[in-house]
């Protein structure tokens, strides 16, 4: 779930609390949709305490696992040997993950791009780590069409206040915009409700496919 780079943005209390928070049987249905038809071989971006592992098809190969927070990495840890599938967890920060060029089927981004401090890099790295023609699927909050409620998100965000509490996250992104302009083609996007936090701010579920063009941080 959070994305900041390894070592600078530990969140202890923050990621405690998410892990108490964020389970409930609407979020486990949308983790299902979320994972259900993927193949081959996944890399995870910000997987948090790993309770997307659960849900994981049985097409899938082998799914890796990048979490940067160490005590969400711990869980994660754990959850990974009760996975139907081989999951390895390692440690790691969207914005320059630790992953060879190409080698991954797909790749999964579940509330993480909203706590990356350069979603355009994570979005490059992402790309770079993909088959060319490889399957982005993702979940994530972004900025409201509604005025108020997005006026509200600015605020927060402008003050600092919400990305302080929430481990680097910002409610005001335009997340969508931002996957493709950074050369991925949507193949679908729908809202995804997500319990109470999911009536304050709006989220999307959806695929996108990379061109199989390579993003700036290759060879940098």
Not at 5 to 22: D, I, Y
Not at 67 to 83: K, M, V
Not at 95 to 112: H, I, K, Q, Y
Request: aromatic share 4%; charged share 25%.
């Amino acid at each position: 779930m959070i994305g900041s780079e390894t070592g600078r943005h530990n969140h202890p209390v923050f990621a405690r609390l998410w892990s108490l928070v964020s389970d409930n049987a609407t979020a486990k249905r949308v983790r299902w949709e979320l994972l259900d038809g993927l193949s081959g071989r996944v890399a995870e971006v910000g997987a948090g305490d790993g309770r997307s592992f659960v849900h994981y098809p049985s097409t899938v190969t082998e799914v890796v696992a990048v979490e940067p927070e160490p005590y969400l990495r711990a869980r994660a840890t754990e959850a990974a040997l009760d996975a139907p599938v081989r999951v390895t967890v390692i440690a790691g920060a969207a914005e320059r993950l630790p992953l060879p060029d190409a080698a991954f089927d797909a790749a999964v981004a579940s509330l993480v791009l909203c706590s990356v401090s350069d979603q355009a890099a994570a979005l490059a790295e992402l790309r770079r780590v993909l088959v060319p023609g490889g399957e982005l699927r993702f979940l994530e909050h972004v900025v409201a069409t509604n005025k108020a409620v997005r006026q509200s998100q600015l605020l927060l965000d402008r003050t600092g206040l919400w990305p302080r509490l929430g481990a680097g996250c910002h409610l005001a992104r335009d997340t969508v915009g931002a996957i493709t302009d950074a050369g991925f083609e949507l193949e679908g996007v729908r809202s995804a409700e997500l319990g109470l936090v999911g009536r304050a701010v709006p989220f999307l579920i959806g695929r996108a496919r990379s061109d199989g063009a390579r993003g700036p941080a290759d060879g940098a």
